[in-house]
């Protein structure tokens, strides 16, 4: 078992503790999401549909907000979803959510307006999106991975669906961008780790060049250049 799969059992108790281990190649990344995520929570309630949901990782971030949590996906391959179907032609009648959440999932639709419109058709009025979408990360599951997204593209998106009250943020800025880009060059550089000699100089590698970073960050915020953003739009 290498380092990413003992931290993928113990992901809960970090979401649960508000903190994700520097020993991570992505700990900026998941610790900018998991803040979004803190943050914005206050605004859910009532049945939540999560979009894309995966494993459902940050499920326990919205215990105690929601009454029920239910996560759609198109495949098994990702996790359990308790419904399987399409962001762009959700299962659900019309005004049947309290909160539509979406976690890095955007930019794996092929029509992220649909998306929007999705959303925003099967939630109650009142209701809330919330999402998190990339604006600076590699490719990943390829060759599914169409987009990346400004703050500009997604308050379009959102207001053009019918949203209200849209609020985006970055989730940092230039310095934790480029610390968790090298991070993830270090790691992935080479291949994974064969050893567990290997695989913990790696992550201690990581972990120094991102606290590193995570400084110059304090230092000089400019959020021009970022990981991604965090939402929340209104119906």
């Given at each position: 078992?290498?380092?990413?799969?003992?931290?993928?059992?113990?992901?809960?108790?970090?979401?649960?503790?508000?903190?994700?281990?520097?020993?991570?190649?992505?700990?900026?990344?998941?610790?900018?999401?998991?803040?979004?995520?803190?943050?914005?929570?206050?605004?859910?309630?009532?049945?939540?549909?999560?979009?894309?949901?995966?494993?459902?990782?940050?499920?326990?971030?919205?215990?105690?907000?929601?009454?029920?949590?239910?996560?759609?996906?198109?495949?098994?391959?990702?996790?359990?979803?308790?419904?399987?179907?399409?962001?762009?032609?959700l299962p659900f009648r019309d005004n049947s959510f309290d909160t539509?959440?979406?976690?890095?999932?955007?930019?794996?639709?092929?029509?992220?307006?649909?998306?929007f419109r999705e959303a925003y058709r099967v939630l109650k009025k009142?209701?809330?999106?919330?999402?998190?979408?990339?604006?600076?990360?590699?490719?990943?599951?390829?060759?599914?991975?169409?987009?990346?997204?400004?703050?500009?593209?997604?308050?379009?998106?959102?207001?053009?669906?019918?949203?209200?009250?849209?609020?985006?943020?970055?989730?940092?800025?230039?310095?934790?961008?480029?610390?968790?880009?090298?991070?993830?060059?270090?790691?992935?550089?080479?291949?994974?780790?064969?050893?567990?000699?290997?695989?913990?100089?790696?992550?201690?590698?990581?972990?120094?060049?991102?606290?590193?970073?995570?400084?110059?960050?304090?230092?000089?915020?400019?959020?021009?250049?970022?990981?991604?953003?965090?939402?929340?739009?209104?119906?």
């Amino acid at each position: 078992m290498n380092a990413r799969e003992i931290f993928r059992k113990k992901r809960s108790a970090y979401i649960l503790r508000g903190r994700f281990p520097w020993l991570h190649p992505q700990r900026i990344e998941k610790q900018s999401i998991l803040d979004a995520l803190i943050s914005c929570r206050i605004d859910a309630k009532g049945v939540l549909l999560d979009i894309g949901c995966g494993e459902k990782p940050y499920q326990a971030v919205f215990d105690g907000y929601c009454s029920r949590y239910i996560g759609l996906d198109v495949t098994t391959s990702s996790g359990k979803p308790d419904i399987y179907g399409s962001a762009e032609e959700l299962p659900f009648r019309d005004n049947s959510f309290d909160t539509v959440l979406s976690i890095q999932a955007l930019e794996h639709v092929r029509r992220p307006q649909v998306l929007f419109r999705e959303a925003y058709r099967v939630l109650k009025k009142g209701g809330c999106l919330i999402l998190t979408a990339p604006m600076d990360w590699g490719i990943h599951e390829a060759p599914h991975d169409y987009y990346r997204f400004t703050r500009y593209g997604l308050s379009y998106l959102a207001a053009t669906a019918g949203f209200t009250q849209v609020t985006v943020k970055a989730r940092g800025g230039f310095w934790k961008m480029m610390g968790q880009r090298l991070s993830n060059y270090l790691y992935y550089a080479g291949g994974r780790p064969r050893s567990a000699a290997a695989e913990a100089l790696k992550l201690f590698t990581c972990a120094l060049v991102q606290s590193s970073f995570v400084l110059l960050e304090c230092l000089n915020k400019n959020e021009e250049d970022t990981l991604g953003y965090s939402m929340v739009a209104r119906k």
